[in-house]
C-alpha cells in the first residue's frame, strides 16, 4: 500500500521568504511519480511540481523547488520569496508505475503567509 | 471554456433527493476522475474512467453512480445521500497512458446534505 505523511498541520512564514513543506512517502515500487499540488480557499487543486523517482536532479518550477531524497522517501516543496497569495493548503501525492492511475494524496499543510 | 469545469458550485440537497454533479475537461485528455474531500482527510479517489471505461471504483456506495458518455464529459448521480456525503467533490482529468502525467482539476461541488 502507498501512503504520503505531511506532518507540519499548519506553517506560518513571513512574506518574502523562504519555506519548506515536508513530506515523507511509502512505496514498495521501484518507479513512482511525485506531486505537489495548491488548494486555495476557492477549492480548486492547482498542480505546482512533479519529480520523477529516476530523476537525478530536484525538480524546480520558478520559486518552487522540491527537495528529493530518494533514501528517505522524501520530497519537501520549498517556496521561496513566499507571497501573500501562496497562503493556501498544500497537498504531497505519490503515484507508483503499478497503481493504475491512481493518485494517493497526504492531509495537507496550512500556510499562512503573514505581511 | 478552459481546463476542466465543475457545476454546479453548490449543492444542497435532502436526503431523498436525487441530483447529479456535472464535469467537463476543454483539454483533450482521455481519463477522468471524481474524488471526495472531507474535512481533515485526505482526497480519496472514487472513481476512474479511462477512454469512457470505468477501470476503478474504490468501494464507492451504490447510492453514487458514475457516468461518463464520452471522454470530455463525466457526472455523478446522487440518490437517497447521508449527512457524512457532505464534502468537495473534485473532478480531475489526464491523458494515459503515461505514468507520470500530472491529474487536472476542476475547482469543485461544495455538497452539503440535509
Known amino acids: 500500500a502507498q501512503k504520503i505523511t505531511q506532518t507540519q498541520p499548519g506553517m506560518f512564514v513571513q512574506e518574502k521568504e523562504a519555506v519548506t513543506l515536508d513530506c515523507t512517502y511509502d512505496t514498495s515500487d521501484q518507479s513512482y511519480g511525485l506531486f505537489w499540488y495548491k488548494q486555495p480557499s476557492s477549492g480548486e487543486m492547482i498542480f505546482l511540481i512533479y519529480q520523477g523517482s529516476y530523476d537525478e536532479q530536484n525538480a524546480t518550477e520558478g520559486r518552487y523547488s522540491l527537495n528529493f531524497q530518494k533514501a528517505r522517501k522524501s520530497a519537501n516543496l520549498v517556496i521561496s520569496a513566499s507571497q501573500l497569495g501562496d497562503s493556501a493548503m498544500y497537498f504531497c501525492a505519490m503515484r507508483p508505475l503499478s497503481s493504475n492511475y491512481k493518485l494517493t494524496f497526504g492531509k495537507g499543510t496550512l500556510l499562512t503567509v503573514n505581511p | ?114
Open chain 2, 1 to 114: 471554456e478552459t481546463g476542466v469545469t465543475q457545476t454546479p458550485r453548490h449543492l444542497v440537497m435532502g436526503m431523498t433527493n436525487k441530483k447529479s454533479l456535472k464535469c467537463e475537461q476543454h483539454l483533450g485528455h482521455n481519463a477522468m476522475y471524481w474524488y471526495k474531500q472531507s474535512a481533515k482527510k485526505p482526497l480519496e479517489l472514487m472513481f476512474v474512467y479511462n477512454f469512457k471505461e470505468q477501470t476503478e471504483n474504490n468501494s464507492v456506495p451504490s447510492r453514487f453512480s458514475p457516468e461518463c458518455p464520452n471522454s470530455s464529459h463525466l457526472f455523478l448521480h446522487l440518490h437517497t445521500l447521508q449527512p457524512e456525503d457532505s464534502a468537495l467533490y473534485l473532478c480531475a482529468s489526464s491523458q494515459e497512458p503515461r505514468p507520470y502525467n500530472e491529474q487536472f482539476f476542476g475547482p469543485g461541488t461544495r455538497l452539503t446534505v440535509l
